[in-house]
T-cell receptor, first 113, second 110 residues
Framework: SAVISQKPSRDICQRGTSLTIQCQVDSQVTMMFWYRQQPGQSLTLIATANQGSEATYESGFVIDKFPISRPNLTFSTLTVSNMSPEDSSIYLC??????????FGSGTRLTVV | EDQVTQSPEALRLQEGESSSLNCSYTVSGLRGLFWYRQDPGKGPEFLFTLYSAGEEKEKERLKATLTKKESFLHITAPKPEDSATYLCAVYGSGTYKYIFGTGTRLKVLA
């Protein structure tokens, strides 16, 4: 299975600022997925990132708030823009793994104050 | 609408005390049911995929089973290192999206 390096692992940010989360995979993958995990809630897909095309966003998530880059087949970034305390969450990147399951990064724990 | 419900929300077991976690689901055209383990501060770790009712898979002290309405994750003689949150997810041909449950937090006491 692929190995994913995600950073930063955690950050505390001021409201109104932006944070960019990086996700590096040790092998080439077609699709990368960005999830949000809020306390006590299930993982929610933010968007799917394909290399060479714009990301596909799920209902409730917009590009202006969560711009995504996918410059090559091993790397992606997610930016959380103009942050508010409601954006405090764990953000995870993932790729398809064995048996159609997902391999996840270790996550970025974001606190907005 | 595809939906996944996990129970119980939290479970405390003594070391060696076997138990089961439940994942009830409704999905249009089940393509797969997935179990993950998540340790604090880490991303979910893939455990199993089940594709059809009657299927079973095992890994060490864990055994996953599947019916048309639910899946069970049986933990036999658990050890403290089995303490984690266990997540269930389904993937259906109706939405072609993964739907995750909220998980069961398992604590195994020595």
């Amino acid at each position: 299975s692929a190995v994913i390096s995600q950073k930063p692992s955690r950050d505390i940010c001021q409201r109104g600022t932006s944070l960019t989360i990086q996700c590096q995979v040790d092998s080439q993958v077609t699709m990368m997925f960005w999830y949000r995990q809020q306390p006590g809630q299930s993982l929610t897909l933010i968007a799917t990132a394909n290399q060479g095309s714009e990301a596909t966003y799920e209902s409730g998530f917009v590009i202006d708030k969560f711009p995504i880059s996918r410059p090559n087949l091993t790397f992606s970034t997610l930016t959380v823009s103009n942050m508010s305390p409601e954006d405090s969450s764990i953000y995870l990147c993932s790729v398809e793994g064995r048996d159609y399951g997902y391999t996840f990064g270790s996550g970025t724990r974001l606190t907005v104050v | 609408e595809d939906q996944v419900t996990q129970s119980p929300e939290a479970l405390r077991l003594q070391e060696g005390e076997s138990s089961s976690l439940n994942c009830s689901y409704t999905v249009s055209g089940l393509r797969g049911l997935f179990w993950y383990r998540q340790d604090p501060g880490k991303g979910p770790e893939f455990l199993f995929t089940l594709y059809s009712a009657g299927e079973e898979k095992e890994k060490e002290r864990l055994k996953a089973t599947l019916t048309k309405k639910e899946s069970f994750l049986h933990i036999t003689a658990p050890k403290p290192e089995d303490s984690a949150t266990y997540l269930c997810a389904v993937y259906g041909s109706g939405t072609y999206k993964y739907i995750f449950g909220t998980g069961t937090r398992l604590k195994v006491l020595a």
